[in-house]
């Protein structure tokens, strides 16, 4: 773990300020990474997480050929692996629990088996066809503001028009201000982030995700200008990005240092402090 | 030592960069080691006075370059008279090579003037580097939708040109990597980095296409610098494969084109 924290230092040209960072990633899959088993794949993100100093990521939806799944057993196979990865690595790495409001039912029983009774401490990436501010997400939300524990929510802004279900950060909103005591992250803040940004901007329950799109300049510049630092969260969408293109973002981005170690990790661990205490888990 | 074989100089066009001012764009690239970067202008994409953006580009890194920028031209083929822009980029520019944005000056890859470019720019040893698209499509501005430039016609092209050197920017992942490996394999056809992703990207690119043929690429400003640099890092490269990415094939390259000697351009 030394060597985590040393490499993350270095990467973030924080040597000097002599703090060590710990950077937690929030938003991670085990698709399209190589091996042929939950814990090979999870044993190859291990490698390359100490190489660019990620100490621990939050990994969800496994490594399903289908974006979106439509049956409980897809979700429930999804689940397992993650839970296998998590097992075989179990100081680097947290469970994510992935549902769909299309299938109500079988997210509730799927919340008490991977969260409540399970090692899983978060809920998402939540990826379906269905958008998130259907009624079905109610139920969802409410069980996550009554256990303290945080939703990530895919979203986009695409500019060519998203996808039937796809959500977008006004969705998010949406849901986030019928539950003001939720926590809810948007996974992509839009993508089209100049968007995104504003859309979330007045809605403080809402959080800014970093992943899953181009480290174009100014990003998170312009989060932490808008939100306020403690509303901005790193993680990268690995297997489909690296580690690398989304660090970058943080990294390379003209805010303090201080700015920079919320990003890459305080606020994560801040929102997660409820469910990992209660579940007797270290902070 | 780094050469950066993708750096832009002057204004994005649809928000303001960090270190869009040379100054900074300089002491950004001194700071991480890069001893050398090929630099051309987002002024290229949509002025239509070239002759006047590669002046500029050429004052820029003389008066600001320090030894590390190294001017590419923009050549717009579908501009009247666009064989005098070659020209004056290497007799009185002295730049060792040009750069192509087909998307954005609007012709494709089977347009004749495209073939005409490549051999006049092949007759005078010029680099060609051609930018494969500049921004992710789902984000652009509503009224300038650019998709990325279509490659199929590429490998014919390449193999009906000898002598040519052509580098790939902005290798866009929207593409199939099999259209990609066809043209690296059709001649002496380059890419770089800077749009790599997944896990440990460059290291399982380098598993499908000669290690040759693999430049650093940051697209800075435009993308933070860090992302290249961590790419490499996260690819746990051993020292010889890092150093073949970092500098020693793009020196091989620039060295094979024949027409750079950086003197020319310091003068």
């Not at chain 2, 003389?62 to 020209?87: A, M, T």
Request: glycine residues 8%.
């Amino acid at each position: 773990m030394a060597l985590v924290q040393a490499k993350a230092t270095e990467a973030t040209g924080a040597a000097d300020s002599g703090e060590i960072l710990r950077i937690w990633d929030q938003h991670s899959h085990l698709a399209a990474i190589p091996g042929d088993t939950p814990e090979e794949r999870m044993a190859f993100l291990v490698k390359c997480m100490d190489r660019v100093g990620v100490e621990r990521l939050i990994l969800s939806q496994g490594y399903s050929d289908d974006q979106h799944p439509n049956t409980s057993e897809q979700f429930r196979l999804e689940n397992d692996r993650v839970m296998r990865a998590v097992r075989a690595f179990p100081d680097r790495a947290y469970g994510s629990v992935y549902m769909s409001p299309a299938l109500l039912d079988f997210s509730m029983q799927e919340l008490k088996r991977c969260v409540l009774d399970g090692p899983m401490v978060m809920i998402g990436e939540i990826e379906a066809d269905a958008r998130c501010n259907v009624p079905a997400m109610d139920p969802i939300a409410e069980w996550a503001v009554a256990n303290n524990v945080i939703i990530l929510q895919h979203e986009w802004i695409n500019a060519r028009g998203n996808q039937p279900g796809e959500s977008t950060p006004f969705d998010v909103v949406e849901l986030a201000q019928r539950h003001p005591k939720l926590q809810i992250v948007c996974a992509h803040t839009g993508g089209n982030w100049e968007l995104g940004i504003r859309a979330i901007r007045a809605t403080k329950n809402v959080y800014c995700g970093l992943a899953g799109s181009d480290p174009t300049s100014g990003y998170v510049e312009m989060a932490v200008r808008e939100l306020g630092a403690e509303r901005v969260i790193y993680g990268s969408d690995v297997g489909g990005r690296s580690f690398a293109s989304q660090v970058a973002k943080v990294v390379g981005a003209n805010i303090s240092e201080a700015e920079k170690r919320l990003i890459l990790g305080g606020n994560l661990r801040r929102l997660l402090t409820p469910v990992l205490q209660k579940k007797g888990y270290k902070v | 030592m780094i050469v950066d074989t993708n750096v832009y100089l002057s204004r994005w066009p649809f928000r303001r960069l960090a270190s869009d001012e040379p100054e900074a764009l300089v002491a950004k690239l001194r700071e991480r080691n890069v001893e050398q970067a090929w630099a051309g202008s987002f002024d290229g994409l949509l002025h239509r006075d070239i002759a006047g953006v590669n002046i500029r580009l050429a004052q820029v890194c003389r008066d600001f370059g320090h030894e590390i920028l190294v001017p590419f031209g923009s050549i717009n083929p579908k501009l009247p008279d666009w064989q005098e822009d070659v020209r004056r980029c290497q007799e009185e520019h002295k730049m060792p090579g040009i750069r192509l944005h087909p998307n954005y000056h609007g012709y494709t890859l089977d347009d004749p003037v495209f073939a005409e470019l490549l051999k006049l720019a092949t007759t005078r040893q010029l680099i060609v580097q051609l930018a494969i698209c500049m921004e992710d499509v789902r984000t652009q501005h509503p009224l300038m939708r650019v998709p990325p430039v279509d490659i199929v016609p590429l490998a014919t092209v390449v193999k009906n040109r000898p002598g040519l050197r052509l580098e790939l920017l902005n290798c866009t992942s929207n593409i199939d990597r099999e259209q990609y490996e066809s043209v690296l394999g059709a001649g002496d056809v380059y890419t770089e980095i800077s749009m790599l992703e997944g896990v440990a990207g460059v290291a399982r690119y380098i598993r499908t296409v000669p290690l040759s043929r693999v430049l650093f690429g940051s697209y800075y400003p435009y993308f933070d610098f860090e992302s290249a640099l961590l790419k490499m890092r996260e690819s746990g490269l051993d020292e010889t494969t890092q150093k073949a990415i970092f500098a020693d094939n793009a020196r091989r390259l620039v060295g094979a084109a024949g027409s750079f000697d950086r003197q020319d351009v310091q003068q």
